[in-house]
């Protein structure tokens, strides 16, 4: 499975951007997540969806701004931002986790990685 994250751009605070995820591969059967690093800082759990979309879990910071949602048709995961902040800069990664037990928020537990694209969010 390989994943390509596109969509991030610059924004002012306050806008919205979508990012998306394209899977090559089947990723139909898997938790698909998004997972953030800011400069100087550890990647943290942004949001997953479960392989179905009927399940998502969000980190607290993000709850009611983001939406993360899927289509298996077409291989793709999205995050859309609303409201966005300046404290949400940082490079945004879709992941793949293969392990089917739950929603998991630790960037070890995912075993394929996109390559990242940035998001600044300007005050």
């Known amino acids: 499975v390989q994943l390509q994250a596109s969509g991030g751009g610059l924004v002012q605070a306050g806008g919205s951007l979508r990012l998306s995820c394209a899977a090559s591969?089947?990723?139909?059967?898997?938790?698909m997540g998004w997972f953030r690093q800011a400069p100087g800082k550890e990647r943290e759990f942004v949001a997953v969806?479960?392989?179905?979309?009927?399940?998502?879990k969000y980190v607290d910071s993000v709850k009611g701004r983001f939406t993360i949602s899927r289509d298996n048709a077409k291989n793709t995961v999205y995050l859309q931002m609303n409201s966005l902040r300046p404290e949400d800069t940082a490079v945004y990664y879709c992941?793949?986790?293969?392990?089917?037990?739950?929603?998991?928020?630790?960037?070890?537990?995912?075993?394929?990685w996109g390559q990242g694209t940035l998001v600044t969010v300007s005050s």
């Open positions: 591969g089947r990723t139909f059967n898997l938790c």
């Open positions: 969806i479960s392989p179905s979309g009927g399940s998502t």
């Open positions: 992941a793949a986790d293969r392990t089917i037990i739950g929603l998991r928020t630790s960037p070890g537990e995912y075993d394929y």
